[in-house]
């Protein structure tokens, strides 16, 4: 435990350093500027194209902008859901080149080429993807709110398990995974659903995965 | 988050010379970690360097009998690698408890080792934090400091590094290789490569500014059985409270590194030598020099009975 006597000695710490970490601002700032006249293209915004659902697009956005963001407000295609917007929901997955991604942790101007799929893309109202029918028929959700996640997740971990890439609970390494109950709840776990649906999930998963819940 | 520059790299040796002489510069791989910390202002940077695109993201032999895994190969590629199941099953073990299935399609090896702690203080900007503020103080030693380190602590700072992979890493001895901005090369071994935090939390690894990691290499395999324990408050998707990563030969002798318990992966050789004679011998080697707090004490017996199951599955 920290003792009051150590407590003081942070204080002064503080002082001192926030005094250097001043001058070090200071410093810094003309090396950056330095750094932007010398580089290749040194603007705060940058030019991205990629094909959405296999539309091909080609935007100019601010550097900071995730791909959610690009994908909800840019191009308005509102089904990916922004929950947490730091990675640990689930609700933003999309699917990129064939695999999950959590669209709120990538920029969007790191997909230059890339081939993006939305939950727009899997299906629609009366086109509904097989997972999408399932989750569905099973009540595989409450709010809704982390649906699209789930469904692009979903399809993504059977292409996983077929693809031979193991999970936390595949028991031999050097076998071929399968598709069971507890591969799927563990692969799944970074899809979080607040109405607590998981059980229904999990049914329409193993229905289309064709294995018995 | 701060607006920033952006380009891509078109090789290490140029992504090293952007970086070089910009302390605002940051490389940008995955980005699970560093967007996450940019969206709450404690990192930064006013000039990202996308390296991406580097082709670095390979598996291959070396002429030694190791692996090279390029900087830039996906937590998920890594895990699934063939050989890497079957000779370095405590890697792809690791790497398969950490994060969850999209974190893993993007995070990178690279960027594993270098991603920051999850200590709740660092990442509440509200709060004093030498790590992320260097001269602030500690808010986690006096605070709620369950989930914090118990060895190789300082007074300035508690915090864990995270990582499940870099447990394995440093259990297989592996090195790391890097490129610096006058385009020399260097290895550094793992042990050598996380930093305690000292009076200086703030920095990390033994990196210097621009110096960018193009691989990392593993010896030969070294055989034995390849275990990597997690105990976490969920089942899934959850960072270690504690989590040991061995490798156990059939006479009993072995090597492990210990997570959830400092601020690197935690190895001591000296403890190995007493594996023979079990858990509490080695742990009591492992963490002589804890200095738990109240909240976190239960570490110290955990890593012992971790270890203890660890010891009991390897005899199978």
């Known amino acids: 435990m920290q003792t009051p006597k150590q407590l003081e000695i942070s204080r002064r710490d503080l002082l001192i350093t926030s005094a250097a970490t001043v001058a070090a601002t200071s410093v810094a700032a003309p090396l950056a500027a330095a750094a932007q006249s010398s580089g290749n293209t040194m603007d705060l915004t940058t030019s991205v194209a990629f094909s959405v659902n296999g539309e ?5 956005v601010d550097n900071r902008t995730t791909l959610l963001d690009a994908l909800r407000e840019h191009l308005h295609l509102t089904g990916t859901k922004k929950g947490c917007d730091h990675g640990q929901c689930g609700a933003c997955t999309v699917i990129v080149d064939g695999r999950r991604i959590n669209s709120c942790l990538t920029l969007a101007v790191m997909h230059d080429g890339d081939e993006i799929t939305t939950i727009e893309g899997l299906g629609q109202p009366g086109n509904l993807h097989p997972m999408q029918a399932a989750f569905v028929k099973h009540d595989g959700f409450q709010c809704g709110y982390c649906t699209p996640g789930q469904i692009c997740s979903s399809l993504a971990v059977l292409e996983e398990i077929k693809a031979n890439i193991p ?8 076998e071929q995974a399968t598709v ?10 970074g899809n979080i659903c607040r109405c607590g649906a998981y059980s229904n999930i999990l049914d329409a998963i193993t229905e289309v995965a064709g294995v018995p819940a | 988050m701060k607006a920033f520059t952006y380009e891509r790299a078109s090789s290490p040796e140029a992504a090293a010379k952007a ?4 302390s605002e510069a940051k490389f940008i791989a995955g980005g699970t970690n560093l967007l996450d910390l940019m969206k709450l202002e404690i990192e930064k940077p006013t000039h990202l360097i996308d390296v991406n695109g580097l082709g670095l993201d390979k598996i291959e032999k070396t002429t030694e009998g190791g692996l090279r895994i390029g900087a830039l190969v996906r937590n998920t590629d890594l895990a699934a690698d063939q050989v890497v199941r079957r000779d370095y099953g405590l890697l792809s073990r690791a790497l398969l408890a950490g994060a969850s299935g999209q974190l893993r399609n993007k995070a990178t090896t690279a960027g594993n080792l270098l991603q920051r702690t999850r200590c709740p203080y660092f990442y509440d900007t509200a709060q004093p934090c030498n790590k992320r503020q260097p001269g602030s103080g500690c808010s986690a030693i006096g605070g709620f400091s369950r989930q914090h380190a118990v060895v190789g ?4 700072c508690i915090a864990t590094h995270p990582s499940d992979m870099a447990i394995a890493m440093r259990a297989l001895d592996a090195v790391v290789e890097t490129v610096k901005p006058d385009g020399t090369h260097r290895s550094i071994p793992i042990a050598d490569f996380h930093r305690l935090p000292g009076d200086r939390p703030h920095i990390e690894t033994v990196l210097e500014q621009g110096e960018f990691i193009t691989a990392v290499v593993l010896p030969p395999p070294v055989g034995g ?7 976490r408050d969920r089942a899934s998707y959850a ?12 006479d009993g002798t072995g090597r492990v590194a210990i997570g959830g318990v400092s601020h690197k992966p935690w190895r001591v050789e000296a403890a190995e030598a007493e594996l023979g004679k079990g858990a509490r011998a080695a742990a009591g080697i492992l963490l002589a020099d804890a200095r738990p707090t109240e909240e976190n004490k239960f570490k110290v017996d955990l890593v012992e009975r971790t270890l203890g199951a660890v010891i009991a599955e390897a005899r199978g």
């Open chain 1, 56 to 60: 091909q697009q080609t935007l100019v």
């Open chain 1, 167 to 174: 999970s936390h609970v595949t028991e031999n390494l050097t």
């Open chain 1, 180 to 189: 069971t109950s507890a591969e799927i709840r563990e692969r799944m776990s």
């Open chain 2, 19 to 22: 970086a070089a002489n910009n």
């Open chain 2, 153 to 156: 602590v300082s007074d300035a």
């Open chain 2, 225 to 231: 059985k390849h275990i990597y324990r997690k105990v």
């Open chain 2, 239 to 250: 960072f270690a409270l504690v989590s040991v990563g061995a490798v156990i030969q059939s």
